[in-house]
T-cell receptor, first 113, second 109 residues
Framework: DGGITQSPKYLFRKEGQNVTLSCEQN?????MYWYRQDPGQGLRLIYY???????QKGDIAEGYSVSREKKESFPLTVTSAQKNPTAFYLC????????????FGDGTRLSIL | EDKVVQSPLSLVVHEGDTVTLNCSYE??????LLWYKQEKKAPTFLFML????IEKKSGRLSSILDKKELFSILNITATQTGDSAVYLC?????????FGQGTRLTINP
C-alpha cells in the first residue's frame, strides 16, 4: 500500500546530540513537509520541499536541518542548537506544490534524556 | 500575520449528541480550508472546502464554509465513541498552510 513511513516511532536525545528522523513516501508525491506538534497546539511548519534538491524554511526552522536528495525521502535532523526539541514530529506529502490535501505519516515522538 | 483559531479547544459530550466545531481564519490569499481528524498519530483528511455556502457531507459529518465571515463549521451528528479525537482545521493561503490549535472532542458512552 502507498503511504508515508516515519521512523523511529520514539526517539530520545541526549544533550548536545544531533538526531535524525526518517521520512519515506512511496506515493510518488513531489512535495514533502515537516511539522512539529506540541501538546494543545496545532501543527507548525519546520521545513518543506517541493522538488528534489530544493527546500525552504518554514515558520520554526531554527535548530533543524533537512535534505532532499531523493524524491521519496526527506529526513529531518534535530540539531543541538534546538534547545526545546521535545515534541511530536509529523512528516507529510502532497502530489504537487498546491499544499493540499496533505497525507501524513504516523509521527515520531522525540524526548530529551 | 496569518492565523487560524478553533473553538472550543475542548469539548466533552455524550454518545448520540450533535456537536459543532468552529474554525475562524485570517489568511492572506485564501485558497481552501481543510478539516482533519487526529486520533493518536497521523491526521486523516476529512474535507476540503473552497466555495462559500456549499456543504460537504460524509456520513454523519458535514462542513460548510463562509468566505464572507471567514469561518467554517464541522458538524457531527449522532456522535459515537469512535468520533473521539482532535479535529484540526487548516487554511491554505499564499504559499502556506496554517493550522489551528485543534479541538479535542471526547465522546462519553
Amino acid at each position: 500500500d502507498g503511504g508515508i513511513t516515519q521512523s523511529p516511532k520514539y526517539l530520545f536525545r541526549k544533550e548536545g546530540q544531533n538526531v535524525t528522523l526518517s521520512c519515506e513516501q512511496n506515493l510518488n508525491h513531489d512535495a514533502m513537509y515537516w511539522y512539529r506538534q506540541d501538546p494543545g497546539q496545532g501543527l507548525r511548519l519546520i521545513y518543506y520541499s517541493q522538488i528534489v534538491n530544493d527546500f525552504q524554511k518554514g515558520d520554526i526552522a531554527e535548530g533543524y536541518s533537512v535534505s532532499r536528495e531523493k524524491k521519496e525521502s526527506f529526513p529531518l535532523t534535530v540539531t543541538s542548537a534546538q534547545k526545546n526539541p521535545t515534541a511530536f514530529y509529523l512528516c507529510a506529502s502532497t502530489r504537487d506544490s498546491a499544499w493540499q490535501p496533505q497525507h501524513f505519516g504516523d509521527g515520531t515522538r522525540l524526548s530529551i534524556l | 500575520e496569518d492565523k487560524v483559531v478553533q473553538s472550543p479547544l475542548s469539548l466533552v459530550v455524550h454518545e448520540g449528541d450533535t456537536v459543532t466545531l468552529n474554525c475562524s481564519y485570517e489568511v492572506t490569499n485564501f485558497r481552501s480550508l481543510l478539516w482533519y481528524k487526529q486520533e493518536k498519530k497521523a491526521p486523516t483528511f476529512l474535507f476540503m472546502l473552497t466555495s462559500s455556502g456549499i456543504e460537504k457531507k460524509s456520513g454523519r459529518l458535514s462542513s460548510i464554509l463562509d468566505k464572507k465571515e471567514l469561518f467554517s463549521i464541522l458538524n457531527i451528528t449522532a456522535t459515537q465513541t469512535g468520533d473521539s479525537a482532535v479535529y484540526l482545521c487548516a487554511v491554505v493561503g499564499a504559499q502556506k498552510l496554517v493550522f489551528g490549535q485543534g479541538t479535542r472532542l471526547t465522546i462519553n458512552p
